[in-house]
């Protein structure tokens, strides 16, 4: 019964900001991790980033360490990701994912996805 819905995805351009939420309900997520995926057409899905629910530890895929800042605020069951200095290769539709905190666990819950479009 969990439910991950994300939103704030729209057209922006090359160097801007957006930020994206992910409300999640259904359940505590304490024990668990949440991450953010991205998929463009015709490329497989891929890691943007995560962060546990409890303890905030956060990681990054490699081509937004700098420019892209997870986080979560426990009261609102939120995770947010704030996307800077947008390219247009961040064009992708943005996902919200949620696993169990531990070592290999696989992402078990997915949000519908968020369209996010960077143009110049």
Do not use: H
């Given at each position: 019964?969990?439910?991950?819905?994300?939103?704030?995805?729209?057209?922006?351009?090359?160097?801007?900001?957006?930020?994206?939420?992910?409300?999640?309900?259904?359940?505590?997520?304490?024990?668990?991790?949440?991450?953010?995926?991205?998929?463009?057409?015709?490329?497989?899905?891929?890691?943007?980033a995560a962060i546990s629910w409890s303890l905030g530890r956060t990681y990054y895929a490699d081509?937004?360490?700098?420019?892209?800042?997870?986080?979560?605020?426990?009261?609102?069951?939120?995770?947010?990701?704030?996307?800077?200095?947008?390219?247009?290769?961040?064009?992708?539709?943005?996902?919200?994912?949620?696993?169990?905190?531990?070592?290999?666990?696989?992402?078990?819950?997915?949000?519908?996805?968020?369209?996010?479009?960077?143009?110049?």
């Amino acid at each position: 019964q969990v439910q991950l819905v994300e939103s704030g995805g729209t057209l922006v351009q090359a160097g801007g900001s957006l930020r994206l939420s992910c409300a999640a309900s259904g359940r505590t997520f304490s024990s668990y991790t949440m991450g953010w995926f991205r998929q463009a057409p015709g490329k497989e899905r891929e890691f943007v980033a995560a962060i546990s629910w409890s303890l905030g530890r956060t990681y990054y895929a490699d081509s937004v360490k700098g420019r892209f800042t997870i986080s979560r605020d426990n009261a609102k069951n939120t995770v947010y990701l704030q996307m800077n200095s947008l390219k247009l290769e961040d064009t992708a539709v943005y996902y919200c994912a949620a696993k169990t905190l531990a070592v290999g666990a696989q992402y078990d819950y997915w949000g519908q996805g968020t369209q996010v479009t960077v143009s110049s």
